[in-house]
């Protein structure tokens, strides 16, 4: 278990993401500082994670006190 949770949050976290969106993506590129195109990118990612990390760690702590209702 341990391994497939390893597995799944490194393969997560591995992968390069593009978290703009069309119309934000066109504004920035066409400001012509990739700077602020990179910061605007990482920024957008950090805001996205946090919702699943949440639900995430909702869903365990329901799965954990159903499994221990069980016992």
Known sequence: MKKKISFILFSLFS???YGQ????KAVVENSGNEKA?????TGIMW???FP????GGLLYAFYRYRKNQKN
């Open 15 to 17: 992968i390069t993401f």
């Open 21 to 24: 969106c069309a119309m934000c």
């Open 37 to 41: 195109a990179e910061s605007l990118n």
């Open 47 to 49: 805001l996205m994670v």
């Open 52 to 55: 699943y990390i949440l639900v």
